[in-house]
C-alpha cells in the first residue's frame, strides 16, 4: 500500500499521549461512507484534528513534508506542540462504529441462549443477571469489561441499556466518561411481566428513579458531550399503560432520546396486543399512544413491522436498529432493511448483546449482509435488490448509526466540523517470502497479497476482520483503545 508506506513519526520527538489537549496530524489513507452506496477513499491525505477534538482541516494528496509547510502555517500550530500520527503499511482510518442497542448489563451471558426464544431467554437468563448487578462491585467488573470490550472493536459511540438499579446504572455513566466512550446511557424502566425480584414497585417509582439516572449523568456531563442520558422502558409488554404514559411525557418535557424493542419476535407481537387492544394489533400504534414514538427515538429489531407500522415509523421519524445477530441467535426472524429504508426510515446496526454473541458491529455489518441473502431466498416476498453491499453496512455501522443517535453532525464521517471518532485499521500484508508465525505481532484473520483493489481490501476486512484489525480507537480526539 504505497500510498501509506511511512514510518510512525511524531514532531519535538512527542510521542501519542490519550490526553485531547494536544492538537494533532494524522496521515494516510482515509475511507468513509459518503452515501449509503459510497464509499470515499482519500489515499496520502492529511487530516488536522484541533485540541477539542474536532477536524479542522482535510488535505488530499499531502504528505509529511507538505503539511508541515501550508496545513500547519495555515492553522497557525507550531510543530513542537503538534503530534503527528502515521499509519503504518496495510493501515488506514475509518469513523468508529455506532452500536445503536446494547445491553450492557447481559455482556456475561454473550453465547448463552441455549434453545430459546426471547420470552423465555428473558426469564431463563437475562433477568437474573441484571438483577444480580445491583452489586456494585460485579456491577464495576461487567461495566468496565464491557467498555474495554467494545472500545476494542472500534465502537467509539454505544446505546447502552443498564439494569432498574439506580448506583449501577449512574456508574456505568461514570465508566463510560472516565474511559472516553461515547455513549447513550439509559436506567431500564419495567413494572410489569418480570419477576416479582426484578421489577419497578409502581410507575411512580420508575420515574422518579429515572429522573435521579437522567439528573445524574447531567450533573456528570452538563453539555453532554461524551454521555447522554436515554428514556428507557424496557419493552411494551414490560411497562404499564401508566408507566409508558408518564415517560412519554417525561421525553416531551426533557427533548431527550427514547430507546426500546418493537416487533422483534412473534410471540411477542401477540402479547402486546393482548395487554394493549385498543392500539388496534399495532404494535407501534402502543408507543405512539403514549407519546414515545418521537424523532429521537430508536426502535430496535423491527423484524415484523406491517406497513401500517412502518408508515407510522416514519411518519414520526423513529429511527430503527437492525441487529442481525440477535435476531438470528434467538430465532426472531429477518428484518427486511431494504424494505425499510425503501420507506426513509433512518437504520443503524446493534449488536443487542446478548441476544447477539458479539461486542463486534463489523460481526453485526457482516450478518446484515448475510441476512439480506436469506431474505433474497425467500421466493415469496423479496427481490434481488433486498440484497446489501459492503459499503451499504459500513454506511449503517457509522453514518447511519449517527442518524439513529441523533449525532449526525458530530459523528460518523471525516469531514470538517465533525468529531475525530476513528479507529485505525491494519490489515496484514503477506510478503514475497512468508514465513510461520513466530508467536510475533499478532496478523488478524485478514491477509492481503498486494494485487487487490481498495475496494477489495475493505471487503475482506468486513468479512474476515475483528478485533485483532483494530490497532487504535480514538473519541473526540483523545485515544482510549490502543493495541499491544
Request: charged content about 25%.
Amino acid at each position: 500500500m504505497g500510498d501509506i508506506g511511512m514510518p510512525t513519526a511524531t514532531l519535538g520527538g512527542s510521542t501519542e499521549t490519550k490526553s485531547p489537549s494536544r492538537n494533532k496530524l494524522f496521515l494516510g489513507t482515509f475511507i468513509h461512507s459518503k452515501t449509503l452506496t459510497e464509499l470515499e477513499y482519500l489515499h496520502n491525505a492529511a487530516v488536522a484534528v484541533n485540541s477539542l477534538g474536532t477536524i479542522v482541516a482535510v488535505s488530499p494528496d499531502t504528505d509529511l513534508a507538505k503539511a508541515q509547510t501550508t496545513i500547519l502555517p495555515q492553522l497557525s500550530w507550531l510543530s513542537e506542540d503538534t503530534e503527528i500520527i502515521v499509519a503504518k503499511p496495510g493501515q488506514f482510518f475509518f469513523p468508529g462504529f455506532i452500536d445503536t442497542h446494547l445491553h450492557a448489563s447481559q455482556y456475561p451471558n454473550v453465547g448463552l441462549f441455549g434453545n430459546s426464544t426471547l420470552l423465555d431467554w428473558l426469564n431463563t437468563y437475562t433477568f437474573p443477571l441484571e438483577a444480580s448487578l445491583s452489586s456494585l462491585p460485579k456491577a464495576q467488573k461487567v461495566y468496565s469489561r464491557v467498555i474495554r470490550k467494545t472500545l476494542s472493536h472500534g465502537t467509539t459511540t454505544a446505546a447502552y441499556y443498564a439494569t432498574i438499579d439506580v448506583p449501577a446504572t449512574n456508574l456505568l455513566a461514570d465508566l463510560c466518561l472516565s474511559s472516553g466512550q461515547r455513549a447513550l446511557i439509559g436506567r431500564v424502566c419495567m413494572d410489569q411481566l418480570g419477576p416479582s425480584y426484578y421489577l419497578d414497585e409502581s410507575p411512580a417509582e420508575s420515574l422518579t428513579k429515572t429522573k435521579q439516572c437522567i439528573e445524574h449523568v447531567l450533573t456528570k456531563d452538563p453539555k453532554m458531550e461524551l454521555i447522554t442520558p436515554i428514556i428507557t422502558p424496557r419493552f411494551a409488554p414490560a411497562c404499564s399503560a401508566p408507566l409508558m404514559k408518564e415517560l412519554g411525557q417525561l421525553a416531551k418535557e426533557t427533548d431527550l432520546p427514547v430507546q426500546t424493542h418493537i416487533s422483534e419476535n412473534k410471540n411477542e407481537i401477540a402479547l402486546v396486543a393482548s395487554l394493549f387492544p385498543d392500539a388496534g394489533d399495532s404494535y407501534a400504534e402502543v408507543y405512539d399512544m403514549f407519546g414515545l414514538l418521537t424523532p429521537k427515538t430508536i426502535l430496535a429489531h423491527a423484524v415484523h413491522l406491517t406497513e401500517k407500522e412502518a408508515d407510522l415509523v416514519r411518519e414520526r421519524r423513529s429511527k430503527v436498529s437492525h441487529c442481525p445477530c440477535s435476531n438470528s441467535a434467538i430465532t426472531s426472524g429477518a428484518a427486511r432493511v431494504r424494505w425499510l429504508l425503501d420507506k426513509g426510515i433512518e437504520v443503524g446496526l446493534g449488536t443487542d448483546m446478548s441476544g447477539g454473541y458479539s461486542p463486534s458491529v463489523l460481526e453485526a455489518a457482516r450478518h446484515a449482509v448475510l441476512v439480506s441473502r436469506h431474505i433474497c431466498m425467500d421466493e415469496g416476498r423479496s427481490e434481488e435488490r433486498d440484497k446489501l453491499s459492503v459499503e451499504e453496512v459500513l454506511y449503517l455501522a457509522t453514518r447511519g448509526g449517527a442518524k439513529v443517535v441523533g449525532m449526525e453532525r458530530k459523528i460518523g464521517g471525516l469531514e470538517v466540523g465533525m468529531e475525530w471518532d476513528v479507529q485505525l485499521v491494519g490489515l496484514h500484508e503477506v510478503g514475497d517470502e512468508e514465513e510461520e508465525e513466530d508467536g510475533g505481532e499478532e496478523e488478524g484473520n485478514v491477509d492481503v497479497f498486494g494485487w487487490e483493489s481498495w475496494e477489495e481490501k475493505v471487503a475482506k476486512w468486513v468479512y474476515n476482520g475483528d478485533d485483532r484489525n483494530t490497532k487504535k480507537v480514538w473519541v473526540r480526539g483523545r485515544l482510549v483503545h490502543e493495541r499491544r
